[in-house]
């Protein structure tokens, strides 16, 4: 018998507006907060409107600003510092995926102490509570909010490295769609395709289940139907709105189903290349999903049948396509570029190609997917992504 799992954070506040909560919801938890946030939200006036509003409700804090990109270990150390020197016993994180990720790792660290290079693969498992934390996301992307997953760089060895555990999963989620009308347009396309990503990876996992599917197919029709909306008009609140529900969503339905090849194809490349999460994504999934269709047919064609109940008389495997066709549209209106567009140096990608199929492999998503690699076909997979022109394919 095949037994279910669903984890969510205690709380959930959602709507526009719900960032006023924070206050009053980190006052129950705690007397001194760690803030970890950024320069950008400083910019922007949240650090300062959140600083009122734990002023407001009586809430101490210090606040950590130097997640300058996607988190790593050195961030988690020096945030874990200031934890223990100032004695905070409730952390906030406001940010994108980068400020979630690194504070989940810091209120794991602070009661259970290790690196956090000890939890991988559950080597090691957090028996004790973690310190409370109230996460609050800014853009429309990983769902880390909802999810008992963190992603963290380990810079002795550049691996990305993908730790789930029930500990890492935020006491408190506020979603407030306001909070991401500022997203620029270049971040806006990368963490919506990553949204996607975890939405379509979490259906056709071999991990899925019913819970999972409800909340993935949702997601998926809400990111694909307003992803170009809140693009190229950011200022669109309906559209960020829906953005940050099906963001949201598809991080609840992989944390409970899994990630698959993408994923784990995607993070060598931020390791060793520093390309953004979500870019690396949609760099990767034409061609994968090129690779998984005919493995997964059936699950795609349902994923067809919910955004377009309207076509009739397709057969699945033409209901498969539409899709693929769909999300392969979705990568050129987003202006989403290859690996040697963006950049990365031929050379020294092949040389790095068998350190990133085996980090790849040692994740454990690619295991996930409808149709497992062997390390020869997800190298040739890396050197198809590195020169697809999704940009420039007639579909």
């Known amino acids: 018998m095949n037994v279910a799992t669903v984890h969510l954070p205690k709380s959930i506040f959602y709507g526009q507006g719900s960032f006023t909560k924070v206050g009053e919801e980190t006052v129950k938890l705690g007397k001194k907060a760690l803030l970890i946030s950024d320069y950008v939200m400083k910019e922007l006036g949240n650090l300062e409107r959140c600083h009122s509003l734990l002023e407001n409700s009586g809430v ?57 290079s000890d939890y991988m693969n559950l080597q090691t498992l957090a028996k004790v509570n973690p310190l409370p934390l109230v996460a609050i996301p800014t853009t429309a992307g990983t769902g880390s909010e909802a999810t008992d997953v963190t992603v963290i760089t380990n810079t002795s060895n550049d691996v990305k490295m993908m730790i789930k555990q029930p500990a890492f999963m935020p006491e408190i989620a506020i979603v407030d769609p306001v909070l991401t009308v500022s997203s620029p347009k270049n971040t806006t396309s990368a963490t919506g395709v990553d949204a996607l990503t975890h939405a379509l990876e979490a259906y056709i996992s071999k991990k899925a289940h019913p819970f999972t599917d409800h909340m993935a197919l949702s997601a998926i029709k809400l990111i694909t139907e307003n992803i ?168």
């Open 60 to 116: 101490d804090f210090v606040d950590y600003l130097e997640v300058a990109s996607e988190p790593t270990d050195k961030y988690v150390y020096e945030a874990l510092e200031l934890t223990k020197a100032e004695q905070c016993d409730v952390i906030i994180a406001l940010g994108g995926g980068s400020c979630i990720d690194t504070a989940k790792a810091v209120a794991v660290l602070a009661t259970n102490g290790g690196e956090i």
């Open 228 to 395: 170009l909306t809140a693009y190229h008009n950011g200022a669109d609140v309906e559209a960020r709105d829906k953005m940050i529900y099906g963001s949201m969503q598809a991080g609840i339905a992989f944390s409970n189903a899994s990630v698959c090849l993408v994923h784990g194809m995607s993070r060598p490349i931020g390791a060793l290349f520093h390309v953004p999460h979500g870019i690396s994504n949609a760099m990767l999934l034409p061609a994968i999903l090129e690779y998984t269709k005919d493995s997964c047919i059936t699950r795609l064609a349902e994923i067809g049948q919910f955004l377009y109940p309207e076509v009739k008389g397709f057969t699945d495997e033409a209901m498969a396509d539409k899709v693929v066709t769909t999300i392969l549209e979705l990568c050129q209106s987003l202006n989403i570029p290859n690996l040697k567009t963006w950049g990365v140096d031929e050379k020294e990608f092949e040389v790095v190609l068998g350190k990133m199929a085996k980090d790849a492999i040692e994740s454990g998503s690619p295991a996930n997917n409808p149709k497992v690699p062997t390390e020869e076909e997800i190298i040739s997979l890396y050197r198809q992504a590195y020169v697809y022109e999704h940009l420039l394919k007639k579909v």
